[in-house]
């Protein structure tokens, strides 16, 4: 890895720890203005206070939510989109460029690939010259991959995660994003079988918030660098003692009794 490279992930990993608090706020673009992220300068905020080492967001939303005051914090500029009110919402394209995140500030680019649905090759293409130039800018790059298509009756199969995360690592990207198999051990072939760092995506709005520290220690205990949640963080009832009570276990290697214990501190 080159040295730009190098200088760059630090911006949005631990550089103690090598692992990453991730929280995306790109869903404006599949969803709208959802509860959590209607103001994003404040969204960005609240996890940066918390904690986080970046987010995620698409390049219109830079000049109003990253920066300006506050505690410094990563940044992801997404470079795909879909819509949740197009008929074939699983086929991402891309409308950003890597030259145009550098010119944004970013530290990094992201990607998002679904394995198995209609346009899988054109969004692997998409990803492979993504990945070439970023080595040539020296640009890290989150690849974020899931099986989601026709064929796949279950995304979160160990077997479907796994080629997922090997996927990302194959074609170029320096961390992988994958969904959770549900327990460490099934996990440990998504983190086993890529030699890149992987995170865990968060999914749909859980239950609880225990739920959600639960599966960021099983993830962690697979082998997992950190995660890419969103909605399980912005939508919390106060995002930035979740970011805090995450960032516990991913860096600190606490329990999940130990996170909950920091969520009770919490003034909601």
């Not at 890895?1 to 720890?17: A, F, Q």
């Not at 293409?125 to 974020?144: F, H, N, Y």
């Not at 995506?201 to 599966?215: N, Y």
């Amino acid at each position: 890895m080159g040295i730009g490279k190098t200088v760059r992930l630090e911006r949005i990993m631990n550089r103690e720890t090598k692992r990453t608090v991730i929280v995306p706020m790109d869903h404006g673009v599949s969803s709208g203005p959802i509860e959590g992220i209607v103001n994003i300068k404040e969204a960005v905020n609240k996890v940066a206070e918390g904690g986080a080492n970046a987010v995620v967001m698409h390049k219109g939303m830079v000049r109003f939510g990253h920066r300006g005051g506050g505690k410094d914090i990563g940044l992801i500029v997404h470079m795909s989109a879909s819509t949740d009110l197009s008929p074939t919402k699983n086929e991402k394209v891309l409308v950003c460029s890597v030259e145009e995140a550098i010119k944004l500030g970013a530290d990094a680019v992201s990607v998002h690939v679904n394995l198995g649905a209609q346009m899988e090759r054109e969004m692997l293409r998409d990803l492979g010259a993504v990945a070439k130039a970023c080595e040539e800018w020296q640009m890290p790059l989150l690849a974020m991959v899931y099986g989601r298509g026709p064929k796949i009756e279950n995304q979160y199969d160990p077997k479907v995660v796994a080629h997922c995360a090997r996927i990302g690592a194959e074609l170029g990207a320096d961390i992988v994003k994958v969904p959770y198999t549900g327990d460490p051990e099934s996990f440990r072939l998504a983190t086993e079988g890529a030699p890149i760092p992987v995170v865990i995506a968060g999914g749909p709005r859980m239950k609880s918030e225990r739920e959600v520290l639960e599966m960021v220690r099983g993830a962690i205990e697979a082998g997992a660098s950190g995660l890419s949640i969103g909605r399980n963080v912005f939508q919390a009832k106060n995002p930035t003692i979740m970011v805090k009570a995450m960032a516990k276990i991913v860096h600190e290697g606490a329990s999940v009794e130990e996170a909950l214990e920091v969520l009770s501190t919490a003034k909601v």
